[in-house]
């Protein structure tokens, strides 16, 4: 893919990351479960999911950890490299929420070109569903500009 790349030189303090949005619905839901081949009952199974204490299905973890990935790595750029990542699965992601995906930059180091973020998950039912960091190697400004 061929996106804008971000410089560590370009970022600063409270920049923030193009939000994406993904609509969960019981296709998605789905084709999550059965592309990580996630067969716990919770993720497809609305009698199952509702026996074990749950309203209703629910998206997995790795489908959360792969929405904040694409998020970083959306904005950082080809040439960047995505350190660390960490979040908590505080709340769910049900059929009918719109999960969206924000972050900003916190700090950055020079010595190694890193910039840290804060990023996170939400939805309108629960707010703030899945807090989190990470850390990004960026390439600095090419001597002469972009």
């Known amino acids: 893919m061929n996106r804008e790349q971000v410089h560590w030189d370009t970022v600063a303090a409270g920049d923030e ?3 994406i949005s993904l609509d969960i619905n019981v296709k998605r839901l789905f084709l999550q479960a059965s592309g990580a081949q996630d067969w716990y009952p919770v ?3 609305p009698a199952f999911a509702r026996k074990a204490g749950h309203e209703d299905v629910f998206m997995n973890t790795g489908f ?3 929405a ?3 998020l970083i790595t959306d904005w ?11 979040f908590e699965m505080r709340r769910q992601y049900r059929p009918g929420d719109t999960m ?3 972050g900003k930059v916190t700090g950055k180091e020079e010595a190694d ?3 840290f973020l804060e990023v996170w998950a939400e ?3 629960e707010g703030i569903a899945t807090p989190g960091e990470a850390t990004v190697v960026l390439p600095r400004t090419p001597a002469g500009g972009e």
Do not use: T
């Open 64 to 66: 959360v950890q792969a």
């Open 113 to 115: 070109a890193l910039v």
């Open 100 to 102: 969206v995906c924000r």
């Open 43 to 45: 993720h497809f199974d």
């Open 76 to 86: 950082m750029g080809d040439a960047g490299f995505l350190k660390h990542l960490a």
């Open 123 to 125: 939805n309108e039912r």
């Open 17 to 19: 990351l193009p939000e």
């Open 68 to 70: 904040l990935v694409r």
